[in-house]
């Protein structure tokens, strides 16, 4: 539907997104070193460090020759795993135009626990959809999926480059494209479920992120981008001015005065 490509929003409460810039940093390594192992190690890692629903919930056992982490574990070890470029590029692509000012709402240490709690609700999602599957489930999206709905929250009027149809660069304001984007994943889940993509656990992460932002937000932030106000125009008020006689010879002339007649700024959006 949409790439987003940036958007106009600075940081106010830190100087910089390094946990955004640290996980961006930990999947590029992973998914180079994933290209790069040979093809039984690398099913090994998907299945030893992906999400398998029927493994989590008892249904099924693993392979013990499979087994790299607990369980338990894979509800976050998924999200750093990616099937293909386009998988892996599309999810870092979101996490780094929302990821650094929903960190910059959050702060650090608290944005990290979000982003993976949001990959964990994921992961519980797909599992409580398919609690049989025996498929693994790799990919950020739950987490990704979260930082978008939180975004969402906070900034839904700040306006967003995005890339629309793969073709129109068009600056819209962030509530357009993400409010679309997130009912399109709820709208897939219930119509396409038959899809390799697990819209489930993007909607587990959407719905981790949408309330995880509310607890989790630095005191004071506010929801909505509440504080923002469209400046008005500048009003033109008449200044009594006291009268004084002046010299002819320096009274301005019509081309002067243009000259120094200061100029007044609208402002406005």
Same mark, same amino acid.
């Given at each position: 539907?949409?790439?987003?490509?940036?958007?106009r929003? *600075? @940081?106010? $409460?830190?100087?910089?997104?390094?946990?955004t %810039?640290g996980?961006? !940093? /930990?999947?590029?390594?992973? +998914?180079? &070193?994933?290209?790069l192992?040979p093809?039984k190690?690398?099913?090994?890692c998907?299945y030893?460090l992906?999400?398998?629903?029927?493994?989590?919930f008892?249904?099924?056992?693993?392979d013990?020759?499979?087994v790299?982490v607990?369980?338990?574990?894979t509800?976050?070890?998924?999200?750093?795993?990616h099937?293909?470029?386009l998988?892996?590029?599309?999810?870092?692509?979101?996490?780094w135009?929302?990821g650094?000012?929903?960190e910059? *709402? @959050?702060? $650090?240490?608290?944005?990290?626990?979000?982003? %993976?709690?949001?990959? !964990? /609700?994921?992961?519980?999602? +797909?599992? &409580?959809?398919?609690?049989?599957?025996?498929?693994?489930?790799?990919?950020a999206?739950?987490?990704?999926?979260?930082?978008?709905a939180?975004y969402l929250m906070?900034?839904?009027?700040?306006?967003?480059?995005?890339?629309v149809?793969?073709r129109?660069?068009?600056?819209?304001p962030?509530f357009?494209?993400?409010?679309?984007?997130i009912?399109?994943?709820?709208?897939?889940l219930?119509?396409n479920?038959?899809s390799?993509?697990?819209?489930g656990?993007?909607?587990?992460?959407?719905?981790?992120?949408a %309330?995880?932002?509310?607890?989790?937000?630095?005191?004071?932030?506010? &929801?909505f981008?509440?504080?923002?106000?469209t400046?008005?125009?500048?009003?033109?008020?008449?200044?009594?001015?006291?009268?004084?006689?002046?010299?002819?010879?320096?009274?301005?002339?019509?081309?002067?005065?243009?000259r120094?007649?200061?100029?007044?700024?609208?402002?406005?959006?």
């Open positions: 539907m949409f790439i987003p490509l940036h958007d929003n *600075a @940081l106010k $409460h830190i100087k910089r997104q390094y946990v %810039l996980l961006i !940093a /930990a999947n590029v390594v992973i +998914h180079v &070193l994933t290209l192992m093809e190690l690398l099913e090994m998907i030893g992906g999400f398998i629903a029927a493994v989590v008892d249904f099924a056992d693993l013990p020759s499979l790299l607990p369980e338990d574990t509800y976050v070890t998924y999200a750093f795993l099937a293909s470029w998988h892996f590029g599309s999810n870092m692509l979101f996490l135009v929302f650094d000012n929903v910059d *709402a @959050l702060g $650090h240490w608290r944005f990290l626990f979000f982003y %993976l709690v949001c990959a !964990a /609700a994921g992961a519980l999602v +797909h599992g &409580l959809l398919a609690p049989t599957s025996q498929a693994p489930l790799i990919g999206s739950g987490a990704v999926s979260g930082v978008v939180a906070l900034h839904p009027k700040v306006r967003v480059w995005v890339l149809l793969m129109f660069p068009l600056p819209l962030a357009i494209p993400l409010a679309l984007w009912g399109q994943q709820f709208a897939l219930l119509f479920a038959d390799n993509v697990s819209f656990a993007h909607v587990g992460g959407i719905i981790a992120g %309330l995880l932002v509310l607890v989790l937000r630095r005191p004071g932030v506010p &929801l981008d509440r504080t923002i106000v400046p008005r125009a500048v009003e033109h008020l008449e200044i009594p001015v006291a009268e004084v006689v002046v010299p002819a010879a320096a009274q301005p002339t019509a081309r002067t005065a243009a120094t007649t200061p100029r007044v700024t609208h402002w406005g959006r």
